[in-house]
C-alpha cells in the first residue's frame, strides 16, 4: 500500500504479557518513528530510527520498552512485562530524509489493552 | 506538563461559524506543524509553517505561526461538519529536529 500500515489494529492483552507491535512504513522512507497517545491526550514521542539505528530513543518510558528496525524498513516495538499503564494507541509514522521540515505520515495505531 | 499548550480543549459550533484554535509554548521552536486527527486514524498533516509571523492559508483554514516562533494559531472560516476531529499542533526544536512535540490537542465538533 502507499500509506503506513499498523498490525495488528487492536491488541488485547494480560498484565505480565510480552506483545509486538509492527510497523511497514512507506516505501522507501528511511526515518520511522514511534509515538504513544493516551485517551485525550496529543502523541508523546517514544523512538525515531534514522535506517537502521535507533538515532533517539530518548522517549521510552523504561527498560520494558524496546524497539528494532533490523533491515531499515520495517519496525517491531516491543513490550515487556505490560502494565495497565501501557495501555495506550502506538502510533507509527515515516519520513523521506529528503522531506523539507520533518513532515511525518502516520499509520492508523495499534490499540494496545492490558488487562 | 504539556510543552505545548493547545486551548480550547473542546468546542462545539454550529454550521457556518467561524472559530480559532491557540496553540502556546515557552519554548522557541524551528517549526511548527498542525495536523487533524479523526478517530481510529492517525494525524494528517495540514500546515508547517517555520519563519516567525509567517501565515499561510488552506482554503477556509488559516494558519500563523507567532513572531517570536512560541505560538501559533488555526482560524476556520465557515466551518462545515466534515470539518470535525482533532486538531494537534506539534512543534519541532533547533537540535532535536526530528523529535516533535505535540500539544494535546482541540477537540472539534461542526454541528449541522
Known amino acids: 500500500g502507499a500509506g503506513v500500515s499498523q498490525t495488528p489494529s487492536n491488541k488485547v492483552t494480560e498484565k505480565g504479557k510480552y506483545v509486538e507491535l509492527r510497523c511497514d512504513p512507506i516505501?522507501?522512507?528511511?526515518?520511522l518513528y514511534w509515538y504513544r497517545q493516551s485517551l485525550g491526550q496529543g502523541p508523546e514521542f517514544l523512538i525515531y530510527?534514522?535506517?537502521?539505528?535507533?538515532?533517539?530513543d530518548s522517549g521510552l518510558p523504561n527498560d520494558r520498552f524496546f524497539a528494532v528496525r533490523p533491515e531499515g524498513s520495517v519496525s517491531t516495538l516491543k513490550i515487556q512485562r505490560t502494565e495497565r499503564g501501557d495501555s495506550a494507541v502506538y502510533l507509527c509514522?515515516?519520513?523521506?530524509?529528503?522531506?523539507?521540515?520533518?513532515?511525518?505520515?502516520f499509520g492508523p495505531g495499534t490499540r494496545l489493552t492490558v488487562l | 506538563t504539556q510543552l505545548l499548550e493547545q486551548s480550547p480543549q473542546f468546542l462545539s459550533i454550529q454550521e457556518g461559524e467561524n472559530l480559532t484554535v491557540y496553540c502556546n509554548s515557552s519554548?522557541?521552536?524551528?517549526?511548527l506543524q498542525w495536523y487533524r486527527q479523526e478517530p481510529g486514524e492517525g494525524p494528517v498533516l495540514l500546515v508547517t509553517v517555520v519563519t516567525g509571523g509567517e501565515v499561510k492559508k488552506l482554503k477556509r483554514l488559516t494558519f500563523q505561526f507567532g513572531d517570536a516562533r512560541k505560538d501559533s494559531s488555526l482560524h476556520i472560516t465557515a466551518a462545515q461538519p466534515g470539518d470535525t476531529g482533532l486538531y494537534l499542533c506539534a512543534g519541532a526544536r533547533s537540535g532535536s529536529a526530528r523529535q516533535l512535540t505535540f500539544g494535546s490537542g482541540t477537540q472539534l465538533t461542526v454541528l449541522p
Open positions: 530510527f534514522q535506517g537502521t539505528g535507533a538515532a533517539d
Open positions: 519554548s522557541v521552536f524551528s517549526s
Open positions: 516505501s522507501g522512507h528511511t526515518a
Open positions: 509514522a515515516s519520513s523521506s530524509t529528503a522531506g523539507v521540515y520533518n513532515e511525518q505520515f
